[in-house]
């Protein structure tokens, strides 16, 4: 973990020295891509993905991991710029942030449910992931990494487990509606990574929750390649 912190301290020292000035602040996610996106993106892409997307913080780091840089990175900024709008649009309980060149979606316990210790999805989860559904349907050339979490309620490995089948859960019905398998990957990540605290009936809530990693694909990358050239 020392090792991980380290690292993504100095890519954040090096992203807030590029983009510090007021004028870059304004900008747009796709101005900032081809802005900084050459000397920043080969930092965070290399240090960053091969290191955090391994422990915690999957779908953070599953994100950074898949940094272009350049102004084909602005190209497929752009594209992510359009996805994450829509989804934002479609999602009620969706936090959609928009991070390097990619898309980190997180879906609280009130976006998508499970029974209690089970993987089995509610129809209100159903009705949620029908929306999504529809915009991973519009934009076809992105991968997807889908991460399970759990609060720290029972065993360590009850909830690993727990967290792996529940990814797996959002997966199939996803592919049940349509999505092409090959594009999600899964994880469960028990209880790591906590974005509130266990302590209380409330932390546990939001600690309960699916994330998903959005990132371009080889399609969409050589088409922005071929946009740049043109």
Do not use: H, W
């Amino acid at each position: 973990m020392k090792k991980i912190g380290i690292y993504a301290v100095t890519a954040a020292f090096l992203v807030a020295s590029l983009t510090g000035c007021e004028a870059v602040k304004n900008t747009n996610n796709t101005q900032k891509g081809v802005g900084i996106g050459a000397v920043a993106g080969a930092v965070i892409g290399g240090v960053l993905g091969n290191n955090l997307g391994k422990g915690g913080n999957g779908a953070l780091g599953a994100v950074l991991g898949g940094v272009v840089g350049g102004t084909v990175g602005g190209v497929i900024g752009n594209k992510m710029d359009k996805q994450a709008r829509e989804i934002d649009n479609a999602v009620p309980g969706a936090s959609v942030e928009r991070v390097g060149e990619g898309i980190k979606l997180t879906l609280n316990e009130n976006a998508v449910r499970f029974d209690t210790s089970k993987s089995s999805l509610t129809p209100t989860a159903k009705a949620n992931l029908d929306k999504l559904e529809k915009v991973f349907e519009e934009y076809p050339d992105t991968n997807i990494v889908i991460y399970g979490y759990t609060d720290s309620t029972g065993s360590a490995e009850f909830n690993q487990k727990l967290s792996e089948q529940r990814a797996a859960s959002v997966k199939a019905y996803l592919v049940s509606k349509g999505i092409v398998a090959s594009r999600i990957t899964t994880q469960g990540m028990g209880i790591a990574d906590p974005i509130a605290t266990n302590d209380t009936p409330e932390g546990r809530a939001q600690n309960r929750r699916v994330e998903f990693a959005i990132t371009a694909n080889q399609k969409m990358i050589e088409e922005a390649q071929k946009e740049v050239k043109q």
